[in-house]
């Protein structure tokens, strides 16, 4: 007696081939067809808008302040990215605080405070080179004001650089 299905395991039925997508992943129509195993997961990370106002573009950089205490001095930074409108009016800020608190002793007056100064307007550099941007609904960016001269504690500076100029004068005199 053969079975009802004798005949078919015999014969009948066509080699099992598997379907494309499965011998071939990046074959179109396959589930995985446009993402390369070695891709998936790693789509690239959206450039970092302005620390205060997420506005993009933002350019990386640090601004800092520093103030003189006579025998030590406190240098303080605001971590970036910020967009042109921050970063400007952070260096302007900041900048301006450093030129009338920075000088108030010998490190910081010899050391910090030009650093300080020199790093800010590094940062200033690369905020004037952005585009003007917009940021997103509900946030504002910093008005940028002033520049740095047109406020007066920048003029506070003056006051330990003439005094130190007279000092080198002393000193080269003898
Ligand atoms: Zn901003």
């Not at 005949?7 to 179109?28: F, M």
Request: contains cysteine; charged residues 15%; positive net charge.
């Amino acid at each position: 007696m053969s079975s009802p299905l004798g005949d078919s395991l015999d014969d009948g039925l066509p080699p099992y081939e598997a379907p494309a997508w499965y011998t071939d992943p990046l074959t179109a129509g396959g589930p995985d067809s446009n993402v390369p195993w070695h891709t998936a997961g790693a789509a690239p990370a959206p450039e970092p808008g302005c620390h205060v106002c997420q506005a993009r573009p933002a350019a990386p950089a640090d601004i800092r302040s520093h103030t003189g205490m006579i025998f030590w001095g406190q240098t303080r930074t605001v971590p970036g990215p910020f967009c042109r409108q921050c970063g400007i009016a952070l260096v302007r800020t900041m900048t301006t605080r450093t030129l009338w608190q920075g000088w108030w002793g010998l490190l910081s007056l010899l050391v910090h405070t030009p650093l300080t100064l020199a790093r800010n307007a590094h940062a200033y550099r690369k905020f004037r080179q952005l585009p003007v941007s917009t940021p997103p609904a509900g946030r504002d960016s910093i008005v940028p004001g002033k520049p740095v001269l047109r406020r007066p504690q920048a003029y506070v500076a003056l006051v330990p650089l003439v005094w130190a100029a007279l000092l080198i004068t002393q000193i080269a005199r003898g």
